[in-house]
């Protein structure tokens, strides 16, 4: 396994692959462990929460740097993420609503109640795009209630893989409660197969989404995933254009726009469609390029290669099908794996940039005149993980809401994850749900308890 600074092209580290004998001492080792975390008070586990948040603010800066190096985010984002993580351990180390205790239930029996139970050792299969926030929103969750989790973090970030175990070691977590295992994506097999293993959770791609859902169907193993999304941003006429446009540049460029829930198909009325387009090709032509490690750089490189060619190839086939490259649509000729921030206009539902999900720093613009046309061009994909409307309409927000087929929909502000709000897609972007107790629920037994 090769980590590499895809602005540098540096091979910043190499990490032997673990065979078959440590994969099964890893998962011994967390099943010991699990058989102690279980037990382990839940205000406790709150208090270890906190340790690591206070942890992170310590390394807050060497862990930014540890992100920027890996994958290329550009710096003052992800300080941002580690700034995220801390309030994510932070919440779940003091949000009380969070009940873990047993609920009664009336009956004609002498007592019932369903009580809140731990599965067991879980297995996290994670991306390289938020190599810290992905993996601690779902291990912080499951950890709280009393699971263990193995982690097979993406190639790129291994580097980041270990240093949220040793996190969580010197944090004062049960010894192997979180542990790595560095594999190739083909071998998940040999750890979903594993009778230990009581649960899988997957962000990342359909395909990968598809062959994991394949395996845990095999093996009977509960799975939630969390896909690609290709969120539509819906501005109807009425909207406040100035914040609305600063929202969606933000939320197309974040991360160089490698964001499963970053608006990708901007949806306007036809009456604002100038000057939606005329203050987007403004603010792109504004934004610093080059060295993630600047801190005013806003769009550093691709996370590999082979992503940069992607979105290339996307571009470049949906102008060849009558797209419009109003700015950017090529790769940087200054800096290595850069794509240029590109603003496309006059796209149709047949072309790349709106049936697949975009992956880079891509904005598509499709036009509409009406309300029913809007929901239907938003409906108009095999994605469902967010949305976004911008209009100041109550009647219309009270309209559209439940017609809008996502996991989470926002009205005048940027689709964005929360520890406070359930988060999790529909259709191909995946079932299931992370964070609240909704996402805790997903990896513990609800018990029946009849007692005559």
């Not at 807050?60 to 920027?68: E, G």
């Not at 009558?322 to 539902?349: D, H, M, W």
Request: hydrophobic letters at 40%; proline letters at 5%.
């Amino acid at each position: 396994m090769e980590s590499i600074n895809p602005f540098t092209l540096e091979t910043l580290n190499t990490y032997p692959e673990h065979n078959q004998g440590k994969v099964q001492e890893i998962l011994d080792a967390s099943n010991r462990a699990y058989n102690i975390w279980k037990k382990i008070d839940i205000e406790k586990r709150r208090r270890l929460n906190q340790a690591l948040a206070e942890n992170l603010k310590l390394n807050k800066t060497s862990f930014a740097l540890l992100i920027t190096n890996e994958m290329g985010k550009p710096i003052r984002e992800s300080i941002a993420e580690i700034e995220k993580c801390i309030w994510l351990c932070e919440h779940y180390a003091q949000e009380t609503t969070l009940d873990f205790s047993s609920k009664k239930i009336h009956t004609e029996a002498k007592s019932v109640f369903v009580s809140y139970e731990p599965l067991g050792v879980l297995f996290a299969i994670m991306p390289w795009n938020f190599p810290f926030w992905q993996v601690l929103r779902f291990a912080i969750p499951a950890l709280t209630a009393g699971n263990t989790v193995i982690l097979k973090h993406a190639p790129n970030v291994t580097g980041c893989a270990l240093a949220i175990e040793k996190l969580f070691l010197s944090s004062g977590f049960t010894k192997d409660a979180f542990s790595v295992i560095i594999i190739p994506a083909e071998r998940s097999v040999e750890i979903i197969s594993s009778p230990t293993l009581k649960g899988v959770t997957l962000t990342g791609s359909e395909k990968a989404g598809k062959a994991v859902a394949s395996l845990c169907g095999m093996y009977l193993k509960k799975c939630v995933l969390e896909l690609g999304g290709s969120d539509a941003f819906i501005v109807f006429n009425d909207a406040e254009l100035n914040n609305c446009c600063k929202a969606g540049l933000k939320s197309r460029m974040l991360n160089s726009g490698q964001v499963c829930i970053a608006a990708k198909r901007f949806i306007v009325h036809n009456s604002i469609y100038q000057d939606f387009i005329l203050f987007q090709k403004t603010a792109i032509e504004k934004l610093v390029l080059g060295n993630p490690l600047e801190e005013n750089t806003d769009i550093g490189p691709m996370a590999r290669p082979d992503l940069l060619n992607q979105i290339e190839k996307q571009v470049l086939d949906s102008k060849k099908m009558g797209a419009q490259i109003i700015c950017g649509g090529e790769r940087s000729k200054i800096y290595p794996n850069v794509f240029n921030p590109t603003l496309l206009c006059n796209i149709t539902p047949d072309m790349p940039v709106f049936l697949e999900e975009t992956f880079g720093p891509v904005m598509a613009v499709i036009t509409f005149d009406s309300e029913e046309e809007a929901i239907e061009i938003a409906n108009n994909t095999r994605f469902g993980l967010g949305a976004s409307i911008w209009t100041k309409d109550n009647s219309l927000v009270e309209r559209i809401l439940p017609r809008i087929e996502a996991g989470s929909v926002f009205v005048n502000s940027m689709v964005k994850s929360d520890p406070r709000t359930p988060f999790g897609g529909i259709k191909n972007s995946g079932f299931g749900r992370e964070l609240t107790f909704d996402g805790v629920k997903e990896f513990m037994n609800l018990k029946t308890n009849w007692i005559e």
